[in-house]
């Protein structure tokens, strides 16, 4: 199938250079361990960050920019400023020209967002808007749960197949941990699916845009790491009964009202959440 032409470029306060071009010029050959794919489609950058929603007030941090498509779509659309984490050396000094382009609205900051403070590196408020390189997106977003408080909004590329766990419902193949842990923090939206095309090089998935609005309080009370926990348990012997996945660390769903003859895809976040409290009261009292 043909690859989809790149878009004009959208209003800026200079004239840009094609994406394509800069890609040349600053040979950026798309690196398969930084899990690299370049988006093009200007169109598409524009409709990922209206996804994102009102980020006029707003600092919004991009990961792994590349040579700046969504960087540009996010700044034209009025982002009070833009901070770009990006490992590759090479899009750094591609991003520099634009920030020419873009006095003191664009800051770059080269390094391994793994590693990086995202919350350290402006006040509040903040969001997250990114084409996430696939090799790292999961343990990214893992890591921002963590501290969803801290952020306004996530508007994230994934993998369609990640996206579908994000906002999988009990009892369908996709709910898992990943879904558990997510809903529980945030209200999942599933923006919409992204054709492989849009990109160079086009992956071998597609992809799907999804917005995580963290929640007020987390869906029901549950400490992290006993949530952490007692999904491993249920999840790790998922065809298991309850009864029999959840016995190591002595838990009784029936103390809960919880059918133990249920597997772990069928409870609900709620339900985990109570499993969880319950697992570490046990925790507390076999150690007082």
């Known amino acids: 199938m043909p690859a989809i032409p790149e878009s004009p470029s959208l209003s800026s306060p200079v004239s840009l250079p094609p994406l394509r071009d800069v890609i040349k010029r600053f040979r950026l050959g798309a690196r398969r361990s930084l899990g690299q794919h370049f988006i093009l489609d200007l169109n598409l950058c524009a ?23 969504l960087t540009r779509a996010l700044l034209d659309a009025g982002a009070a400023k833009v901070i770009a984490v990006e490992r590759d050396e090479r899009c750094v000094a591609a991003l520099a020209e634009l920030a020419e382009a873009y006095p003191e609205r664009l800051e770059i900051i080269e390094g391994d967002a793994l590693e990086a ?12 808007v990114s084409n996430l390189p696939y090799n ?15 952020f306004e909004r996530l508007t994230l590329m ?9 906002a999988a419902r009990p009892g369908t193949r996709e709910y898992g941990r990943l879904s558990i842990i997510t809903q529980w923090l945030c209200d999942v939206r599933r923006e919409f699916n992204v054709d ?21 309080k987390p869906l029901a009370p549950a400490a992290w790491d006993a949530l952490e926990t007692v999904t ?35 409870l609900t976040v709620e339900e985990f959440c109570a499993l969880a409290r319950r697992h570490e009261q046990g925790l507390l009292s076999r150690s007082s």
């Open 47 to 69: 409709r990922i960050t209206r996804a994102a929603g009102d980020i006029l007030a707003s600092t919004v941090i991009e990961i792994g920019p590349g040579p700046g498509g």
């Open 117 to 128: 403070d995202l919350v350290g590196l402006t006040g509040p408020p903040r969001c997250i």
């Open 136 to 150: 790292i997106a999961t343990p990214l977003l893992i890591g921002w749960l963590q501290h969803i408080g801290d």
């Open 158 to 166: 994934f993998q369609q197949e990640v996206a579908a766990r994000l």
């Open 196 to 216: 492989g095309r849009a990109f160079t090089p086009p992956p071998k998935v597609a992809s799907a845009v999804v917005t995580l609005n963290p929640r007020l």
């Open 232 to 266: 491993a348990a249920a999840f790790g012997q998922r065809r298991k009964m309850l009864r029999a996945s959840l016995k190591p660390l002595c838990l009784d769903p029936r103390e809960l009202g919880i059918d133990p003859t249920k597997r772990a895809g069928e």
